[in-house]
């Protein structure tokens, strides 16, 4: 008879749409490998998420959080699953992340995060050279002179007349496997609207299009602040809802938004691999 495997318990969360499987490694052993987190992340033969969440302990901080994308491929930063992770241990956190320390505070059925500072150095995002990341002279079609910036990870920042119209679904991949970005990068396009807000569309790293995605609205916001578009605080308006980001020159960006528990199982990991 085969032996009962061990089983894996997680979370299933989200923040508006982004989603993400969460692993607490605090509480039993678990060793992740990039074609783990793809099969977990697999939406045919896995749980499905956009991104998973391994939660370690932190020597820094009260908790350390790893994070993967659908592809398997580990990165430096989610914002939306910072407030997810905030929501799950209680009432304040001081979050680890590889791309810098977060520190989130849970409100109601959300949380708001300070972010840090972000990076505006080219060498920073990263860039394969030297260029002003405020006013690249480097385009894509109908994408042209984006804005750079790191929040954690890499984001490009592209301000058109109407985001709804671009077609991100072609353009974004070829942005995000282009040499300029070494480490490649995640894909926003953003208009000002009417009312002061800014819409996005998010072609993110390592998964594709998204519902929403945390650092990309902070990157946009950076953004257009940069470009003086929008001062002080802003809604960010993406498709699976909105969130609040505020950012003035010099110091940590902000963001508050929903994060959202659906469920709590255990899977048998060998029926993945
Ligand atoms: N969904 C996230 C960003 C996740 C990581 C990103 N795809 C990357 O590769 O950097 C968010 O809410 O910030």
């Given at each position: ?6 089983k894996l318990?997680f ?24 074609g ?9 033969t ?17 908790i350390?959080?790893?994070i993967?994308?659908?592809d398997?491929?580990?990165v430096?930063a ?14 304040e ?7 810098g ?13 300070d ?6 150095d ?24 984006p ?6 990870n890499p984001?490009?920042?592209?301000f058109?007349?109407?985001a ?6 072609r ?11 070494p ?31 945390g ?12 470009r ?8 960010v ?19 508050t ?10 899977i ?6």
């Amino acid at each position: 008879m085969r032996p009962v495997s061990p089983k894996l318990a997680f979370h299933k969360m989200h923040g508006l749409g982004n989603d993400f499987v969460v692993i607490d490694a605090r509480v039993q052993s678990v060793t992740m490998t990039e074609g783990l987190a793809r099969a977990l992340a697999d939406r045919h033969t896995g749980i499905g998420c956009d991104q998973l969440i391994l939660l370690e302990p932190s020597d820094t901080a009260d908790i350390a959080m790893r994070i993967f994308n659908a592809d398997g491929s580990e990165v430096e930063a989610c914002g939306n699953a910072a407030r997810c992770v905030t929501q799950l241990i209680g009432a304040e956190a001081m979050i680890e992340t590889p791309g810098g320390t977060i520190y989130g505070k849970s409100e109601g059925g959300g949380a708001t995060l300070d972010m840090g500072q972000p990076r505006l150095d080219w060498d920073a995002i990263p860039l394969a050279y030297a260029m002003d990341t405020l006013d690249m002279p480097v385009g894509w079609d109908a994408l042209e002179n984006p804005v750079a910036v790191n929040v954690g990870n890499p984001h490009l920042v592209f301000f058109v007349d109407n985001a709804d119209t671009v077609d991100l679904a072609r353009l974004g991949p070829i942005i995000e496997h282009d040499p300029l970005f070494p480490d490649r990068v995640n894909v926003n396009v953003a208009s000002v609207e009417p009312d002061g807000s800014l819409k996005l569309h998010v072609w993110e790293r390592g998964v594709g299009l998204t519902r929403a995605c945390g650092t990309g609205a902070c990157a946009t916001m950076v953004a257009a602040v940069r470009r003086k578009l929008v001062d002080g605080e802003t809604v960010v308006r993406l498709p699976g809802g909105a969130l609040s980001i505020a950012w003035t020159p010099g110091e940590a960006i902000r963001m508050t938004g929903p994060a959202i528990h659906v469920f709590s199982a255990e899977i048998d990991i060998e029926m993945l691999l």
